[in-house]
């Protein structure tokens, strides 16, 4: 009784620690926000050094050997408890993290962060004089550093899969590899084939649509899925994003395009899709580590099964297309719900992987996984990077990049990031959201016809019952087979893909 006492006292110190690190970590979270969002310009550089303090503080808090110490003495105490009652999961998933921040050392990561800034302002000036061979040393400075960060984790299986774990914990390159390999076996012809055919035309999104009537329309869709303005908000931003202060304050951002009707739509769907998932987070993880999404992978499958399986299906647009023709009458009134739906999902060869449709979206994520791989297991140097990736562009999509700004430069991830570990989560989270999807329908087969009527409740209520509510509790691995019943694979998502857009194409 007095052993049962004292574990009590202990888990209560452990959870006491970790809430305040959580604090000090929601408020980095409402500083970034405000940075994003309303900040003056020139508070840039003080916010860099506040953001930078608290960073400092919280890892230092956590990193605390007090923290290792009471994780240890816990030990039985979890492994008495079922694996999924809240105690034993928030020691697990402390202990987790604990690991991973305490085995690389702190003047390595003020080093590598240090290095990122750096490399970060390179890229932008490079990117802007389409000059590779200004940032190719510090991007070989990145793949050094990320070498060495796998290091602090020996015993891996790929030296690519310590990066990985910081992102989607769990996830392998030897469980990843086969899996893309076998996407892009099925996409790259779908692809030739579609592409072989008339481009569908969406000229209709391509007018003027006034911001303050994009937002307002945007806000009336996202509240209909079920996103709660009491307990968020949307602003705008350059770049959209979800970001969350509590379970009761999960906000989002959108850009608008007056030129491009679906930015603003799309992006207000795609991160109401994330914030849902936290919203829709057990009331009891508050203020905890159990709070948030699993990994990028599962949080990025929230937000596309909404943005696309929902949002771009034409059951979504025969209940909100009327509406929208009627805020945009001169644009959109002589315009079909069915060429809507055809322009909204138009399939073409690009060169932008942030522009993809969703069929060749992931040939851009697989062109870039494999470099990366092939980067940090030493088969490929910086400096053919630019040429291996024109190549992969001419063998995937049939396209070759004019310049390296929009080939090897175009995106930001292993010029902040590391090298490896930076792009696999878009492809787990489409392929995961078109089997959880599959598997919601199949439990529930009126799901389409509800969405017709505009109606989310039920695809809502079964997210957040099987997915939402778990918050971080289960890995990404066992969160697809408690919820599916069965591992990941490619073939729900092949199978939505070639449905819907065999009505369009012969593919
Ligand atoms: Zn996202």
Request: glycine residues 6%.
């Amino acid at each position: 009784m007095q052993t049962l006492d004292k574990t009590q006292v202990k888990f209560a110190e452990l959870a006491a620690r970790l809430n305040e690190i959580t604090d000090i970590e929601s408020a980095s979270s409402l500083l970034h926000w405000d940075q994003a969002t309303y900040m003056p310009a020139k508070g840039a550089s003080a916010r860099g050094r506040q953001l930078a303090t608290l960073k400092q503080i919280s890892h230092e808090k956590f990193t605390d050997p007090t923290i290792g110490k009471l994780l240890e003495d816990l030990r039985s105490y979890e492994q008495s408890l079922p694996y999924d009652s809240n105690t034993a999961s928030l020691i697990r998933i402390a202990r987790r993290d604990y690991n991973r921040a305490a085995r690389v050392p702190a003047a390595f990561m003020a080093k590598l962060c240090r290095h990122q800034a750096d490399c970060y302002e390179a890229w932008a000036c490079a990117k802007a004089a389409n000059n590779f061979s200004a940032v190719e040393p510090y991007l070989e400075k990145t793949l050094e550093l990320s070498r060495q960060y796998a290091d602090f984790f020996p015993g891996y299986e790929h030296i690519a899969d310590p990066l990985i774990d910081r992102s989607d914990y769990g996830m392998k390159v030897s469980i990843l590899r086969p899996l893309f390999a076998e996407l892009r076996q099925e996409l790259v012809p779908i692809v030739q084939a579609i592409a072989s055919q008339p481009l569908a035309d969406d000229f209709c999104l391509h007018q003027h649509f006034p911001e303050a009537q994009q937002l307002e329309f945007t806000r009336t869709v996202i509240e209909r899925m079920g996103y709660d303005f009491q307990r968020g908000r949307q602003d705008t931003t350059l770049h959209p994003f979800m970001t969350n202060f509590s379970i009761d304050d999960v906000r989002i951002t959108t850009r608008v395009y007056e030129e491009h009707l679906d930015q603003a739509l799309f992006s207000s769907i795609h991160e109401a899709g994330h914030a849902l998932y936290e919203l829709g987070n057990s009331p009891e993880f508050e203020g905890t580590l159990l709070a948030g999404g699993i990994s990028s992978g599962v949080h990025e499958s929230q937000s596309r099964l909404w943005e696309n399986l929902v949002g771009r299906s034409r059951g979504f647009w025969e209940c909100f297309y009327p509406q929208l023709q009627g805020v945009f009458l001169r644009q959109l009134g002589h315009v079909t719900t069915d060429q809507f739906y055809k322009a909204i999902n138009k399939v073409a060869r690009s060169l932008v992987r942030t522009d993809a449709d969703e069929v060749t979206y992931n040939l851009h994520v697989a062109i870039r996984f494999d470099l990366e791989l092939a980067m940090v297991e030493g088969k490929l140097a910086v400096r053919d990077l630019p040429e291996a990736w024109n190549e992969r562009y001419k063998n995937d999509l049939g396209i070759v990049p004019a310049n390296d700004s929009e080939g090897a430069m175009q995106d930001v991830h292993w010029y902040v990031g590391t090298i490896g570990g930076m792009f696999q989560g878009y492809t787990l989270g489409n392929l995961m959201s078109a089997q959880f999807y599959e598997t919601a329908v199949k439990n529930h087969p009126e799901i389409p016809v509800e969405i017709e009527h505009g109606n989310f409740t039920i695809l809502h209520d079964w997210l957040k019952q099987n997915i939402y509510q778990h918050g971080r509790k289960y890995t990404a691995v066992e969160l697809v087979d408690r919820v599916t019943g069965s591992p990941l694979t490619i073939e729900p998502f092949v199978r939505y893909i070639r449905h819907k857009y065999g009505e369009f194409y012969v593919i």
